[in-house]
């Protein structure tokens, strides 16, 4: 095998959300009126459009996700030596952008350039010095000396462009056909009421947002490795490289911590708004303590410790990706247990509301045990606030996350994240020519990943909210 798998906490908590996401798609469309509500969603070019571009994050996050320890080449004269391998562990995505990986500057370049973007003293052929700006190793190196580098990048895009409509044409025929097949009607009719955006669901602004994602990837997969897109950082990294590494500690940070804040803030909110008494007071009394420390603070002090651990016990991992991967799910675990009181105080006032309405009394008349009218009654009553809390605090859990690693207390030097490069950023911003590149790549890629999460959230609102009707 020229490769061992390397399964880590983070991708396996990952690959249990996946799996939980398909069992609720089971779910859902076993039961109309959750259908009805995700209809909506569909039925808003908003949700379509967010939901194309969250799914292209997801899909560069899972492939990130898929880690391997490569094989060695064998020992020479020892053909039947066991199998070494690696001690680096790289992912599926690594190796799809291995140019980008592999092809390393000496240092700051700016995107498209074809020489460092510092001078260098340089000896010349006929004698003497000079200060001039090195050309790059791998950036532009097809083109001649002379060639301009504007027409060539027109030339890539144009060719881009190209492949960007022809997958943007097989989508529109694949789902065409789909809604042909569900509306029992023509092909033709089914492309038509697409492009006039009168089908059932937004197919036309998905197909617009995926025409545009389509584009992008194939421009990059064009130009990447010809250019350095993004410019390279300090270490001559391509900056590109280190933006889509990103995304899978953004997803890791969004998700898992709601999966570990989840249990706290249903269980105890529930509990305190339907048993009330002393059991409310105990749970208001938690987490209005854990309110009046401050989060930073909290945080900080949870994750120094956690390091500590870490650093005194070395033996518990065999790689640097697995020291790193325990950071970043304790990370995890620290802000999931320091952030579940918002959604606990929010699901404590809808069940104060709920145990007083009719249906739940005629069940506590009926003999019905406080478990089953939890379980039966309560907890599918305030599902909806669950989701759409955990839809909307997936945007401050990514935005938390760069603002702890710019204070040093988030995730491990190691790690690839929008907040370390962040926090790279602010000794560039300082040099002069000031290199603005990556933070730029940093903010970009992070704001479309937020925004995105906020119009899903408000559309996802709007339709589970019973009082919008």
Not at 204 to 211: D, E, F, H, N, Y
Not at 251 to 274: D, E
Not at 322 to 350: P, Q
Not at 364 to 388: K, W
Request: aromatic share 8%; with cysteine.
């Amino acid at each position: 095998m020229h490769f061992q798998p390397v399964l880590l906490w983070t991708d396996l908590l990952l690959f249990v959300l996946v799996a939980c996401a398909l069992l609720m798609a089971l779910h859902v469309r076993r039961h109309e009126p959750l259908r009805a509500a995700w209809r909506k969603v569909g039925q808003r070019p908003v949700g379509m459009a967010a939901a194309t571009v969250l799914l292209a994050f997801v899909v560069i996050g899972m492939l990130d996700s898929l880690h391997y320890r490569p094989l060695l080449p064998a020992v020479e004269g020892r053909a039947d030596s066991a199998p070494v391998y690696g001690s680096e562990v790289l992912s599926v995505l690594d190796t799809v952008l291995a140019p980008l990986r592999l092809n390393n500057e000496k240092t700051y370049s700016a995107p498209f350039a074809r020489t460092l973007y510092q001078r260098e003293t340089v000896e010349l052929a006929e004698g003497g010095q000079a200060r001039i700006h090195p050309p790059l190793q791998y950036g532009g190196v097809h083109l001649q000396p002379d060639e301009p580098v504007a027409p060539d990048v027109a030339r890539q895009l144009i060719a881009a462009v190209g492949q960007a409509v022809l997958v943007l044409m097989l989508l529109f025929a694949l789902v065409s056909i789909g809604v042909a097949r569900t509306q029992g009607r023509g092909l033709r009719h089914a492309a038509a009421d697409i492009l006039a955006g009168r089908s059932t669901l937004a197919w036309r602004a998905a197909l617009i947002s995926a025409g545009l994602v389509a584009l992008l990837i194939s421009a990059a997969i064009t130009l990447a490795p010809l250019y350095h897109v993004l410019g390279t950082d300090k270490v001559g990294q391509d900056v590109l490289y280190l933006s889509l590494k990103s995304v899978r500690t953004a997803l890791v940070i969004g998700t898992i911590t709601t999966l570990v804040m989840l249990p706290f803030a249903v269980a105890l909110g529930i509990a305190a708004g339907y048993l009330g008494g002393w059991v409310d007071d105990a749970i208001q009394y938690l987490y209005t303590v854990l309110n009046a420390i401050p989060g930073v603070l909290l945080i900080a002090a949870a994750v120094l410790m956690m390091q500590v651990v870490i650093d005194t016990n070395p033996h518990w991992f065999e790689t640097a990706a697995e020291r790193s991967d325990a950071r970043l799910l304790a990370l995890c675990f620290i802000l999931g247990i320091t952030s579940w009181t918002g959604l606990c105080r929010l699901l404590r006032g809808e069940t104060l509301k709920l145990r007083e309405l009719e249906y739940v009394q005629a069940a506590r008349a009926f003999g019905a045990s406080t478990p089953t009218i939890l379980r039966r009654h309560i907890l599918p009553n305030v599902m909806h606030i669950v989701l759409i809390a955990l839809v909307m605090d997936f945007s401050g859990l990514v935005l938390a996350e760069a603002v702890l690693s710019y204070v040093g207390i988030g995730v491990d030097p190691t790690t690839i994240s929008f907040g370390t490069m962040i926090n790279m950023a602010r000794a560039e911003l300082a040099r002069e020519p000031m290199v603005w590149w990556s933070l730029s790549a940093a903010f970009a890629f992070m704001f479309v990943l937020v925004l995105a999460a906020n119009l899903f959230a408000d559309v996802v609102r709007d339709a589970f909210d019973p009082r919008r009707g």
